[in-house]
């Protein structure tokens, strides 16, 4: 009994697996279904997405078919004309300095004329007060002389002659 318990034992094993392998064959198949249903409509759906990209990418291409030789020579231009500014810069900056230098010269120029201009005038203007003032001091020295004379001569004509003692006290004594 032994060997036909073993041999019962070992057909259910082999009924179990047999059944595991037959439902792991419908799972299997079933996943295939729906791999397949799956490729399937993600390769519709990837032939409407290649129908909708596929003119965007060709207009796209088109456009930059058309447009890179223009851009291309845009690019060209604006380097040209970046490198014409830097040039026209360097040369305003160049006449800038030079005006600045020569303006400064100027400037150096009408500060020194004015300066010798003024010194002249201080110079001549010392010489017409030393010119005029030396004389002047000297008539007013002779005419003050003048007065002080007919000053002395008018009032010796008006007082008689007196022979008067003049002590140190009297206040007219001048010496």
Do not use: C, W, Y
Not at 15 to 44: E, P, T
Not at 127 to 134: D, E, G, L, P, Q
Request: no cysteine; glycine share 2%; proline share 3%.
């Amino acid at each position: 009994m032994s060997d036909a318990n073993s041999h019962t034992v070992l057909l259910v094993i082999a009924a179990v697996v047999a059944l595991a392998l037959l439902l792991q064959a419908v799972v299997l198949l079933a996943i295939f279904i729906g791999m397949r249903k799956a490729i399937s409509s993600a390769r519709s759906e990837l032939e409407d997405l290649r129908d909708i990209v596929l003119p965007l990418i060709q207009d796209a291409r088109e456009f930059f078919t058309r447009v890179a030789p223009k851009i291309e020579q845009t690019s060209v231009d604006f380097a040209a004309l970046t490198h014409t500014l830097r040039a026209q810069t360097k040369d305003l900056q160049s006449a800038a300095a030079e005006l600045i230098t020569r303006l400064r010269r100027q400037a150096d120029r009408l500060d020194s004329m004015a300066t010798s201009v003024m010194d002249a005038a201080d110079r001549a203007g010392d010489f017409m007060s030393h010119a005029v003032n030396k004389p002047v001091r000297q008539v007013s020295g002779i005419l003050a002389s003048v007065k002080a004379i007919v000053e002395t001569l008018r009032t010796a004509e008006s007082v008689p002659h007196r022979h008067e003692s003049h002590n140190s006290t009297d206040p007219e004594m001048f010496v």
